[in-house]
């Protein structure tokens, strides 16, 4: 059933849902109610988007680039979940999509395994389905139309690339470094990719010593707690890997409750990623030293994917965010002048 008369679909499974066993005339009868109330217009492209939660400045960017881009005004109508971190309540919403018959899903998958069958469903049910941010390991690639975000590994290994330069500036590229990573929330596309790609550059340098790893779940409470336990355990850290800003928030705060300081004049050196307005915020304050960009504003290009889909155009089936990083030798100011997010 395509588009015509959705609202009425929407409300009766939904009342369905309600009240188990009501009269389907009395379903329609709300229907209208319905299609009054949510603003749906005939025509309206439905699309339902499982988004992972709220745990960081960059993932409320994420979400509302996406609530702003899907809207009636553009010709959408959008069912928005907020899975809560949670992968067994995207699996509850990818299902639920496909019982109201959405015309796409888009799924940002929490961690990268466990899709295979729910991703089948929506293909039996003929839902197109567009990964968008972290991607989602499948047998099958037919199973997703397509996937668009950052190239996380990318990511890792410049961040390693600008340590390995900066250490070298400084005459430190020989002396023992000790470095400890906040690691994002574990088996994510985001954590796999940053780790593995400053691994890569970490295996390089033979005086890099990586104390230890631990997940502080992109969470600015979880990666301050983790850095007390890094600052309680280690007596000398030379640099923090923060797998997302909110982390390295959380970092900052640990470091300077324990007396000790971070940053370009500091004693711990701090390397993060997302480049929130927020972090670049610390940075012109001296607290984080460099910062590499993870582009949170997807929305519009899945909008422009959908426009593809709609008018039967191909679209390409990886599809990378253009992204920079940022450090203190750059006019901050004038960066944040400009900054979306
Ligand atoms: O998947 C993107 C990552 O998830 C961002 O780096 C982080 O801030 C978010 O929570």
């Known amino acids: 059933m395509k588009r015509l008369g959705?609202?009425?679909?929407?409300?009766?499974?939904?009342?369905?849902?309600?009240?188990?066993?009501?009269?389907e005339d009395e379903a329609l009868g709300d229907s209208?109610?319905?299609?009054?109330?949510?603003?749906?217009?005939?025509?309206?492209?439905?699309?339902g988007f499982s988004e992972i939660g709220s745990e960081s400045d960059w993932r409320?960017?994420?979400?509302?680039?996406?609530k702003s881009t899907f809207?009636?005004?553009?010709?959408?109508?959008?069912?928005f979940e907020?899975?809560?971190?949670?992968?067994?309540?995207?699996?509850?919403?990818?299902?639920?999509?496909?019982?109201?018959?959405?015309?796409?899903?888009?799924?940002?998958?929490?961690?990268?395994?466990?899709?295979?069958?729910?991703?089948?469903?929506?293909?039996?049910?003929?839902?197109?389905v567009i990964l968008a941010d972290r991607f989602a390991e499948v047998a099958d690639?037919?199973?997703?139309?397509?996937?668009?975000?950052?190239?996380?590994?990318?990511?890792?290994?410049?961040?390693?690339?600008?340590?390995?330069?900066?250490?070298?500036?400084q005459g430190r590229g020989d002396e023992p470094i000790h470095i400890v990573t906040l690691q994002g929330t574990l088996g994510s596309s985001a954590q796999i990719g940053r780790t593995e790609g400053f691994h890569k550059v970490l295996l390089e340098n033979e005086n890099w010593i990586m104390l230890e790893q631990q997940s502080g779940d992109f969470v600015q409470a979880k990666g301050q707690e983790v850095m007390e336990y890094f600052l309680d355990t280690y007596e000398d850290i030379d640099v923090v890997i923060s797998e997302n800003d909110n982390m390295a928030f959380g970092a900052i705060d640990a470091i300077q409750a324990a007396g000790k300081s971070c940053?370009?004049?500091?004693?711990?050196?701090?390397?993060?990623?997302d480049s929130s307005y927020a972090a670049l915020d610390c940075m012109l304050n001296g607290e984080i030293n460099a910062d590499f960009e993870c582009n949170p504003l997807l929305g519009p290009m899945v909008s422009d994917i959908v426009r593809k889909l709609e008018r039967n155009k191909p679209v390409e089936k990886i599809q990378y965010v253009k992204e920079k990083y940022f450090d203190t030798s750059m006019d901050l100011k004038k960066i944040m002048e400009n900054r979306a997010y």
């Not at 959705?6 to 009269?23: D, E, P």
């Not at 199973?143 to 290994?157: I, K, M, P, Q, R």
């Open 6 to 23: 959705r609202g009425a679909v929407l409300l009766f499974i939904s009342v369905l849902f309600l009240t188990g066993c009501r009269g």
């Open 32 to 47: 209208r109610l319905y299609d009054e109330m949510s603003g749906e217009g005939e025509g309206d492209i439905i699309i």
């Open 60 to 66: 409320r960017a994420h979400t509302e680039s996406f």
């Open 71 to 79: 809207s009636s005004e553009n010709g959408y109508y959008l069912l």
């Open 82 to 128: 907020d899975a809560q971190q949670k992968q067994e309540n995207q699996l509850k919403a990818i299902r639920n999509f496909i019982l109201q018959e959405v015309d796409y899903i888009v799924l940002d998958p929490i961690v990268e395994t466990g899709w295979d069958a729910v991703l089948q469903e929506a293909k039996d049910a003929g839902i197109p």
């Open 141 to 169: 690639e037919e199973l997703y139309t397509c996937w668009v975000g950052s190239n996380f590994y990318e990511e890792g290994e410049r961040a390693g690339e600008w340590l390995m330069n900066y250490l070298r500036e």
């Open 263 to 273: 940053g370009p004049d500091g004693e711990i050196a701090i390397i993060s990623f």
